[in-house]
């Protein structure tokens, strides 16, 4: 079950077009591609590789947000923005294991077109942690959620 590297932040802002505007012009940044969830998310890469996913977040965030992503803070400035931390890993089976031994509740998720099966829980702090393995690993567990069910 281990950890391979940190992921991404999610951060959830009023304005995505000016959080992405300043990724690109003071940061270097990238927009790139990100799977469709039907609701608003932009990708910044570094290279090829997304660091910074951002979306909507206030109070008035949409329905599919909330069901596929859940929603613990409505700021949309200082550190509550964070909406939470990914990481990729592997050993599914285990991990799903030790969560369950470990009594952690976790929310199963799988994102179709980029081969990703997640795993979502909180933090003892109310921060939210996606685990991120590939589909592969998945096999005959089935998501609670996926992303394209989630409708328009």
Known sequence: MPLHHLEHFLIQTADMAATRD???SVLGLREGEHPDFKFPVCWM???DTDVIHITEGGK???ENRKRYLGQ???AVEGTGVIDHVA???SGLGKMME???SAKVPFSKRQV???GLFQLFLVDPNGIKVELNFANSEAAGIAPELM????TS
């Open 87 to 89: 990481f990729r890993c």
């Open 112 to 114: 179709d077109d980029q």
């Open 98 to 100: 030790h969560l369950r």
């Open 147 to 150: 992303a394209a069910s989630l």
């Open 72 to 74: 613990q803070s409505d």
């Open 60 to 62: 008035d965030v949409s």
């Open 45 to 47: 890469y570094i290279g």
């Open 22 to 24: 300043w990724y690109v």
